[in-house]
Each structure stands twice: as C-alpha cells, then as structure tokens.
Nanobody, 122 residues
Framework: QVQLVESGGGLVQAGGSLRLSCTAS????????MGWYRQAPGKEREFVAA????????YYVDSVKGRFTVSRDNAKNTVYLQMNSLKPEDTAIYYC???????????????WGQGTQVTVSS
C-alpha cells in the first residue's frame, strides 16, 4: 500500500512561515493532481489547496489565498506547501493526498498519511 509522508511542520509565531513537504513511494505524487488538507482540533478535515499534475494550475481556498503557495517537483515525486503570514487559525495537522477529480469537493482518494503538525502561536 502506498504511504504518503508529510513533513516540515512545527511551532511558529503568528506571521511566520513554514514549508511542508509531501512524498510517497512510486509515482503516487508525480502521477496525480495533489491536494493539501488540514484538520484542526475538534474539527473535520478540510481541503486547503491543490496543484495539477503538470504544476501549471493551482487552487486555494479563500482563507489561505495569497498566503500559501503549492508547488511540486515531479522528478522528486514531492509536492510542497509554502505557508507565509501564518495565523493561529492555521493551527492543524496538515495532510497531502491525490485528489479524486479537479474541482469541488476536492475529495481525496488515497489512504491518509500521518500528517504533520503545524502550530501557530499568537
């Protein structure tokens, strides 16, 4: 079974930045449109951003637009999420996953990895 591995999380002050990475065995990342998702304490997991397989097209939810940037390196089978101007409400566990189809509801179709914890202090 393909395992997604997220990394790069940590504790940062509001206004700070983090860069998350997501990789997997095989061509799971490079062969798919990829999404980033997050789950805050006590809340359901939500979609955050997506990048097309080619890397040409991306999509962001309004709450992160202008602050987060998704990118990919298919040669490394890795997708990234650059997070700038972080806010306490960005605190969550962040996950990546291939998206089932391009567009709402941005459903994921792979098994979830462990995720990476992002904590933003005020």
């Amino acid at each position: 079974q393909v395992q997604l591995v997220e990394s790069g999380g940590g504790l940062v002050q509001a206004g700070g930045s983090l860069r998350l990475s997501c990789t997997a065995s095989g061509r799971t990342v490079s062969a798919n449109n990829m999404g980033w998702y997050r789950q805050a304490p006590g809340k359901e997991r939500e979609f955050v951003a997506a990048i097309s397989r080619s890397g040409i097209t991306s999509y962001y939810v309004d709450s992160v637009k202008g602050r987060f940037t998704v990118s990919r390196d298919n040669a490394k089978n890795t997708v990234y999420l650059q997070m700038n101007s972080l806010k306490p409400e960005d605190t969550a566990i962040y996950y990546c996953n291939p998206v089932q189809s391009w567009g709402s509801p941005w459903s994921a179709f792979g098994a979830w990895g462990q995720g990476t914890q992002v904590t933003v202090s005020s």
